[in-house]
């Protein structure tokens, strides 16, 4: 098993803010992407250390950076909701934080919206206790689950993610920036952070900043890459292009995606 990671960027400052740490099963010469894997792991009990692992490195690989070029983000890791009902989920971060010497809410805990509500009562005190060690939970895939809405305003979450499906007809169908805007006006409504992923394009990400979308993530600023990729530079060049893409996104006559400068996938 390996660990990529994709940047998450804060589009109004300019900067990456963090990452996402994405599995991948390293099978001979091929590298197998985790809908091929993870439905399997998860039927035969496999998801629960494999996961453990992804957490454990995920704390190492941020004691790494932190060390080498004094990076003070947090790596999100994706979590099954089996884990989430474990009664020694903090109990095993705390322990693992320790060990690499780094401070538990330096990963942040992603759990899907239909995960959460398979079993909402069972992954409450999860949730509490990694809340109470400042560890943010992250709602993914957000607007998939049907489900009630009144468990965001009882349960400690920090961040909902605009699952990719609605990003994809942003500036295309008005369906889906209405239910875009809906879901970035809640989100700030309930002092929740909000982020976009599957974020492939220019038109995108111009139509996010219009409806209030700071935080974003996806091919167009940088596709998941291994830990040893240059980390620092890459930062640096996604920093450049978002401020060449800042001076026309403040501009009052900037009011087509067609209007900023066009640049290749970082």
């Not at 454990?56 to 790596?75: M, N, P």
Request: proline fraction near 5%.
């Amino acid at each position: 098993l390996r660990l990529f990671y994709q940047p998450k960027i804060d589009l109004l400052a300019g900067k990456v803010c963090g990452f996402e740490a994405l599995m991948r099963w390293q099978r001979g010469s091929q590298l197998m992407p985790p809908g091929e894997f993870i439905p399997l792991a998860e039927e035969n009990g496999l998801i629960v250390p494999m996961s453990e692992w992804a957490m454990r490195e995920a704390l190492r690989q941020a004691k790494v950076w932190q060390t080498a070029w004094g990076f003070d983000g947090r790596i999100a890791v994706n979590m099954p909701t089996r884990m989430f009902e474990r009664s020694d989920l903090a109990a095993k971060l705390l322990e693992a934080a320790q060990w690499q010497g780094v401070n538990p809410h330096s990963v942040q805990f992603e759990i899907t919206e239909t995960g959460l509500m398979q079993d909402l009562q069972a992954v409450i005190p999860a949730l509490k206790r990694l809340n109470e060690m400042g560890v943010q939970i992250s709602i993914d895939d957000f607007g998939t689950g049907y489900s009630s809405l009144a468990y965001l305003t009882t349960l400690p979450i920090s961040e909902l993610k605009i699952d990719r499906s609605f990003v994809k007809d942003l500036g295309v169908t008005h369906e889906s920036s209405a239910v875009v805007a809906a879901v970035i006006a809640l989100a700030h409504t309930l002092g929740l952070r909000v982020v976009a992923e599957g974020v492939e394009t220019l038109q995108q990400m111009s139509e996010l900043h219009r409806l209030g979308c700071q935080e974003m993530q996806g091919f167009l600023f940088s596709r998941p890459v291994e830990p040893d990729t240059g980390m620092p530079a890459l930062m640096e060049g996604i920093q450049q292009q978002l401020a060449r893409w800042q001076s026309h996104l403040r501009s009052p006559m900037t009011a087509r995606a067609g209007d900023l400068p066009a640049t290749s996938r970082l």
